[in-house]
């Protein structure tokens, strides 16, 4: 910028002392000459910003699917790790619970196909939300060059990235099958005991695999959209975000089904420990928030305190709104614990807790994709829609092809019977 501002008053310099020694028609011309490279200059201006709104708005169709896909995955991901934790903690609370559970898990397989196409597709080039992915960017010379996306490329690159998604994914749908039908098992055998020892041992060893393929995850499909950021934290904070929408899921398919009569041994002690688990993680997850945000702000470096910039810049309704309604709807609403066993009181925390964190998916994923040319209009719309009907699709499938009462599982008499 000092240099074009150094260049500038050169050429105004120079205009000044020829004009001094010029003719009036000389300096006719140079005024004519002058308006002329202003035009044009403005005209390249105008053109580049045009391309550079148009590659915006093309990536938003992209980035809306994106998201919704992420969500509703995201969902199920945290429902699978929350039943895992069950199932290693061996509480006595929950088993009543894990055919809901087990129907929302079911997602995995068909969210994951979905999702893992979405990636492939940005690998093969149909879209460009990943600037990463951008030809020339990692070499020498190319006007795309990106010298610090170009020192990334061992772990950025587009087979690896691949690669790594295609093994998350089998590892996720894996243990979700097996436990799936270990919990069948041992309904109808009686020993079931057996199967619920291989339950306890694939859910320690997924919880393991889990935790760490969660932080990798994170990295490349949500933080790699800002290749230049970076932040310990965020590994945690998108498990914070995925946790607690599993868990409001969770509550909400079991209040909607035991208002349609079933569940009856689901009693609201269980609807008052699923509420604070709830408001628990959503506490969790503004710790996070604000531990990443504000020692990035405070620090000012600018290799990090960039991101959040564009988000308060060019998002700030959306950004510090997705925050309030993350934090203060679950406090307001469910601090009280006689609270947390009224229905409709969990239920309207519920819809608050996820629309504030579809909201929060939508902050990480569109600043870096459309920019400052983002509204919410059809295509985030429809990709909901249509995502939101895959999910209840798939997951009230799952749950009407088995009986609502796991029978086998040697804690459902605890379960059955627990009273807080």
Request: charged content about 15%; hydrophobic content about 50%.
């Amino acid at each position: 910028m000092l240099a074009n501002d150094t260049e500038h008053g050169d050429d105004h310099g120079a205009a000044a002392n020829t004009h001094q020694v010029a003719s009036h028609d000389d300096a006719h011309g140079d005024v004519h000459a002058s308006d002329g490279h202003g035009d044009a200059h403005a005209s390249d201006h105008e053109s580049e910003h045009i391309e550079h709104l148009y590659h915006q708005l093309s990536n938003k169709p992209w980035s809306a699917l994106y998201v919704a896909c992420f969500f509703f995955f995201m969902i199920a991901l945290g429902c699978t790790a929350f039943y895992a934790i069950q199932k290693v903690a061996q509480a006595g609370w929950s088993p009543g619970l894990f055919r809901v559970m087990e129907g929302i898990s079911s997602y995995l397989f068909i969210g994951g196909i979905l999702m893992f196409v979405l990636l492939l597709a940005s690998g093969l080039g149909a879209n460009h939300i990943f600037t990463w992915m951008n030809p020339g960017i990692a070499e020498v010379g190319h006007e795309n060059y990106d010298a610090l996306v170009a020192g990334k490329t061992g772990f950025l690159n587009v087979p690896f990235w691949l690669i790594r998604a295609g093994a998350f994914l089998v590892g996720w749908n894996l243990y979700r099958w097996n436990i799936r039908k270990f919990s069948l098992k041992q309904d109808e055998e009686p020993d079931g005991n057996v199967w619920y020892k291989k339950g306890f041992k694939h859910s320690a060893m997924f919880l393991v695999f889990f935790i760490v393929t969660e932080s990798i995850m994170s990295w490349d499909w949500i933080m790699s959209f800002d290749p230049h950021w970076f932040s310990t934290l965020f590994g945690w904070y998108v498990f914070a975000s995925m946790f607690v929408s599993g868990i409001t899921v969770i509550a909400l398919v079991t209040i909607y089904l035991k208002s349609r009569g079933h569940l009856e041994f689901i009693n609201d002690s269980h609807i008052h420990d699923l509420a604070k688990f709830m408001f628990g993680i959503s506490i969790f997850w503004t710790y996070l928030w604000f531990s990443q945000f504000m020692l990035i702000w405070y620090s000012n470096i600018p290799e990090e305190v960039t991101y959040f910039i564009t988000r308060i810049e060019d998002y700030n309704i959306l950004f510090f709104g997705m925050v309030a309604i993350n934090f203060l709807f679950p406090l307001l609403i469910l601090m009280n614990s006689d609270f947390k066993r009224v229905n409709w009181f969990v239920v309207t925390a519920g819809i608050f807790i996820l629309l504030g964190h579809y909201l929060d998916i939508y902050v990480m994923v569109m600043p870096a994709t459309v920019g400052e040319s983002w509204f919410i209009g059809m295509p985030e719309i429809g990709s909901f829609m249509l995502f939101a009907g895959i999910f209840l699709l798939v997951i009230f499938n799952t749950i009407s092809k088995a009986p609502l009462l796991a029978k086998g599982d040697p804690f459902i008499g605890e379960s059955k019977h627990f009273h807080y």
